[in-house]
């Protein structure tokens, strides 16, 4: 009999992550694949990503609605409950055997909460990580204490999860889920992806995404402000913009974007470019700029530079691609000057990735498929010990 896998997803960047191990689940003798599609991904505001989902061959077995057309915190706390009664259909009508989620998403946290009452294991990707700028490091830590099994993507974070007292044997070290789309994936060529795009690149081209920071209280705006003015000074330089995140004030930085590039010619914005053109255009920019974990687990493995903006990923570990400044124009302005140093862009070829060469989806199916689940959901806590 098989094994019924339900991968949970709810957006366009976390489905890029996961697709590859969706495929191999797929793929696999013993396991049955279910898509639980919810969040941006069935929003139109947001691009209705669940067209990626199944463009990209899988069928969505459930798909929860549950975002409000707000963004306040009343409105996404709502969201949150609404997401809890839209999953416990779900599970009761799907009866999956095991849940994956990834990350750190309110929309993960309440899948998982949901998952805990309904006494179904939770399978929980990229956790031990730390967002010191983001509520999502509380949300990552709570969805590790809820979850069964463990899939780490540095021997750091392999630490921290066990340091949140979970069983070193149900901790698996696996590498960053990003680099297998980069290893798998045949990226558009510049004329390609110019098409795709309607927009024509230049000399110089960044990619930018900024989300917002929903530790800092109404410094989103503010933030996003001073990233707008340094590149508003670029004007040899063209500029993609995808939106940000449906989080607490994120409708306020689409605005300030689309305003922008209604100014700037020189300027595009996306609500979801897709993982292909996404990454293709990773590929051919000349740095990745903003708050977005992409810059630094994905873009080391392109021999990228990042220019990473403000405490949003404050905390995770970093290659020396990355380069580091707080929210301010100046700073922005000079972060960009020594990406583009000939002494930096020399030294990228080198760089090595911390969140290692691929191979995660491979190593997470086989044990998918064949760690036991009898018993799984009782949890001793692992103590490291006490000093009085």
């Known amino acids: 009999m098989s094994r019924k896998i339900c ?25 049955e694949l279910q898509v639980l599609a919810t969040g941006m991904h069935l929003s139109p505001e947001f691009g209705l990503t669940y067209q990626e989902i199944e ?81 999502d490091e509380a949300i990552r830590h709570s969805i590790t204490k809820m979850s069964h099994l463990h899939f780490v ?18 901790v698996f070290l696996v590498g960053g889920l990003g680099i297998d789309a980069i290893n798998r994936i045949t990226l558009l060529d510049r004329a390609a992806l110019e098409a795709s795009l309607d927009f ?20 989103s705006g503010q933030q996003m402000a001073e990233l707008l003015a340094a590149l508003g000074e670029l004007d040899d330089t063209h500029l993609i913009f995808t939106m940000p995140n449906a989080d607490t004030g994120g409708r306020e930085l689409a605005a300030m974007v689309d305003a922008f590039v209604a100014t700037h ?16 255009c990773m590929k051919l920019v000349d740095g990745v700029v903003g708050n977005s974990s992409s810059g630094l687990a994905e873009a080391p493995s392109m021999g990228i530079g990042t220019v990473n903006i403000g405490d949003r990923q404050k905390g995770r570990l970093a290659a020396d691609s990355v380069i580091n400044c707080p929210p301010e124009r100046q700073a922005i302005h000079a972060a960009l000057q020594h990406l583009y ?17 691929g191979g995660a989806s491979e190593k997470i199916v086989q044990i998918l498929k064949d760690y036991p689940l009898d018993g799984i959901l009782k949890k001793s806590f692992y103590n490291l010990g006490f000093t009085a």
């Open 200 to 219: 024509k690149l230049g000399l110089r081209n960044l990619l930018i995404t900024f989300h917002p920071v929903t530790l800092e209280g109404q410094s």
């Open 153 to 170: 993507a540095a021997e750091d974070y392999r630490k921290r999860v066990i340091q949140l007292g979970e069983q070193p044997e149900r």
């Open 7 to 31: 991968v949970v997803t709810g957006t366009r960047a976390e489905f890029g992550l996961m697709r590859w191990l969706m495929q191999e689940i797929q793929q696999t003798p013993g396991l």
């Open 265 to 280: 010619p020189n300027a595009r914005v996306y609500s979801s470019l897709g993982q292909l053109r996404y990454l293709s």
């Open 55 to 135: 463009q990209a061959g899988f069928a969505i077995d459930a798909r929860v609605e549950m975002l409000l057309s707000a963004d306040t915190a009343t409105a996404v706390t709502k969201s949150m409950g609404l997401g809890m009664i839209g999953y416990a259909d779900a599970y009761a009508r799907l009866s999956p055997d095991l849940i994956v989620v990834l990350g750190d998403r309110f929309e993960i946290f309440a899948a998982t909460a949901a998952a805990l009452i309904a006494g179904i294991p939770v399978a929980h990707l990229h956790g031990g990580e730390t967002t010191e700028g983001a509520f």
């Open 341 to 357: 140093s000939a002494e930096f862009r020399q030294s990228l070829p080198t760089m090595v990735n911390p969140y290692g060469n």
